[in-house]
């Protein structure tokens, strides 16, 4: 039996909760469909889900095409939660994307695509919703090759479109032979020579699927069915299955975390290479903390049931490892990826509503971040406030409504604001000796802060000898600046600096005679630790930092005579185009907005574009903040930029 991990990813609506229905339908799994309308669905089992009618959280459900398993994890369709989408995309054998034949390309549909090109993940693609007025074929084909820069090879033809009587015919045409050219000189050769028969047509359609260098295109219906028996035999024959040897040591990854009945935590994970059992223990995550498998959960036949062991190329269902994070490796790392989409640009603070317990409310935040880390959870300790990082409003929403349904708990939030960074201008040092001028501390600390590109993230450095003094306090200098470097002089992270200790020194260990260790006369961890942020926002104030906002590129398409009526608001949301372009009807521009208005963006388009402005938008880079504003963010830690606030605020946390 071969194993196929298959994600099915779209644009929200274009139907793909409801196509994993029909191919558990037509694999004989269940007996009746579910309706994303009724809510009763296989894989939206969340409250919230089925409310909304979308798709939330990644769910994955198994069945067999012949000799093949396929675990089929469903995906979100919107933006805000791409995180999910992420998580998915580095455990996937191959794709489908849905794509609507009414609404057509849309933005997250290029999203995806990119991304999905860029992994080389073998892709089919499925128009869905023939059946539905305004249903489109060949336009449809010609955006998927224009708007997606895609190879696409058509495997049939659809006929009664936009009627409940439209079907599929499976069938390649000569512009298969036209795309595949391309790639086989030989092919075009025996085409050339009329010596091509369909099956080596067909033997190089597949070849090329399963390098991700063509994508295959299906039409049909996931309501009527029309087209589905094309689409399985696709994935069953051009799709490549799981490999992976069972017997070399463990590798593996966490894409999902949630927790179970009594409270536990349960991992979902592929497992890319050897066999891991129940009662194993192995190394995961980044510092390597180590669990035992205490149980083991298969998917197949539609359901998960439990094993003693899950072999290379499944997902399972993991119990046992307390400290697991989403994105952990299991065993043997394997070459990362990389992030595949950029990260939340925005931030809310949660406002607890009347008689919500804010230690409740603090641990169901927590426990939604350890389902999804890009959330961010914040905590000031000082104002007691908690804060969340989102992509978006409708994200925002679900946050709300996920812990009123699942905790009980009642929330309101405030504005949403932009996630901004701080980034040093200058070169800038500082130090603070051993019982010299008012250092409280028994350590010296020096440190010098200096610029480093964008995206290169912080460098700790070293210019004195590392037996200078005992590697615990070299390593709590590093972990604090890194902590530290959380919150700049405006309250920002510091993402990309070189931090370099210049001076270093301690008083080793003593007593008085014939007594115990005495703390008044030895330095410790903690007097490195009570230092280090000092000197290192001194170095910081000395370098000078400037406030960056998030920057969002953006793509919009809307007729051409709108055009006059676009570029005054862009202009009030202080966006910037950069190309204008006409195509027919037709105008695009793209450019550069602030993520701040992005979403009055969104709102103000559908009016001005007489609802058929269509926007695409993502994080692209940080830019300086306009000039005259200078975004600062309340502190949420001990405030070492006021040295008094900060010793006192230090002596009341650690109780002297």
């Known amino acids: 039996m071969h194993l196929l991990n298959l994600g099915i990813l779209a644009h929200v609506d274009a139907g793909k909760t409801s196509l994993t229905e029909r191919l558990l339908h037509s694999a004989g799994v269940i007996d009746e469909i579910g309706s994303v309308d009724a809510g009763n669905t296989q894989t939206d089992t969340l409250a919230l889900e089925r409310r909304r009618g979308i798709t939330i959280k990644s769910a994955v459900v ?65 128009v869905n919703k023939i059946d539905r007025r305004g249903a489109r074929d060949t336009a449809v084909l010609d955006a998927l090759a224009r708007r997606l820069a895609a190879a696409v090879v058509p495997m049939g033809t659809a006929g009664g479109l936009g009627t409940r009587e439209a079907h599929f015919v499976p069938g390649l045409g000569p512009s298969a032979v036209d795309v595949l050219a391309d790639h086989d000189d030989a092919l075009l050769t025996a085409y050339v020579e009329d010596t091509l028969s369909p099956e080596r047509l067909y033997a190089s359609l597949a070849d090329r699927t399963r390098q991700a260098l063509v994508h295959p295109v299906y039409f049909g219906s996931a309501v009527t069915g029309a087209g589905v028996e094309a689409l399985t035999d696709g994935i069953r024959e051009l799709l490549p299955t799981a490999d992976g040897d069972p017997h070399e040591p463990v590798s593996g990854t966490v894409f999902k975390v949630e927790r179970g009945p009594a409270g536990e935590k349960v991992a979902y994970a592929r497992i890319f290479s050897g066999t891991l059992r129940t009662r194993d223990r192995i190394r995961f995550g980044e510092a390597g903390a180590e669990g035992r498998i205490t149980g083991i959960s298969v998917f197949g036949d539609g359901t998960d049931s439990r094993a003693d062991a899950v072999p290379a190329g499944r997902i399972a269902k993991l119990w046992g490892l307390t400290d697991i994070r989403i994105g952990d490796a299991l065993g043997e790392p394997r070459r990362a990826h990389g992030r595949f989409f950029a990260p939340p640009t925005l931030e809310t603070v949660v406002v607890p509503g009347d008689g919500t317990d804010p230690r409740a409310l603090h641990l169901a935040l927590t426990r939604l971040a350890e389902q999804d880390p890009l959330i961010g959870l914040r905590h000031d300790e000082v104002r007691h406030e908690l804060s969340v990082s989102l992509y978006g409003e409708v994200q925002k929403e679900v946050v709300q409504a996920t812990l009123a349904d699942e905790h009980g708990l009642f929330v309101t939030f405030r504005e949403t604001t932009p996630l901004c960074v701080e980034r040093p201008v200058g070169t800038g040092s500082a130090a603070e000796f051993v019982k010299k ?220």
């Open 62 to 126: 198994s069945f067999a095409l012949d000799d093949v398993t396929v675990n089929l994890i469903d995906t979100p369709g919107h933006p805000d939660f791409i995180a999910e989408v992420e998580r998915v995309l580095g455990v996937l054998d191959g794709a489908v994307l849905v794509v609507s034949a009414v609404e057509g390309v849309q933005a997250q549909t290029r999203v995806l695509m990119r991304t999905l090109q860029r992994l080389r993940i073998p892709t089919l693609v499925f």
């Open 437 to 656: 001028g008012d250092n409280p501390f028994l350590a010296t600390v020096g440190l010098r802060v200096d610029p480093a590109p964008a995206d290169a993230g912080v460098e700790f450095r070293l210019e004195v000898e590392l037996g200078a003094m005992p590697y615990a306090f070299f390593k709590a200098v590093e972990d604090t600046v890194r902590e530290t470097l959380g919150q700049g002089l405006y309250g920002w992270q510091v993402p990309d600096c070189t931090v370099t200790l210049t001076h270093c020194g301690y008083w080793p260990r003593q007593s008085h005679a014939h007594q115990g260790f005495d703390k008044s006369m030895s330095s410790t961890g903690a007097d490195f630790r009570g230092l280090t942020p000092l000197v290192l926002v001194e170095a910081l104030r000395r370098a000078g930092t400037e406030v960056h906002e998030p920057m969002h590129r953006f793509r919009i398409e809307a007729p051409a005579d709108t055009l006059g009526a676009l570029l005054p608001v862009l202009s009030g949301l202080r966006a910037v185009p950069r190309t204008t372009g006409t195509r027919g009807a037709s105008c695009v521009l793209e450019g550069a907005v602030p993520a701040a208005h992005v979403h009055a963006l969104e709102q103000q388009l559908p009016g001005l574009t007489r609802g058929e402005g269509e926007l695409e938008s993502a994080f692209d880079h940080y830019a300086p903040a306009a000039r005259g504003t200078r975004p600062e963010r309340r502190r949420t830690d001990l405030n070492p930029l006021n040295r008094r606030e900060y010793l006192l605020n230090l002596t009341r946390r650690v109780g002297i």
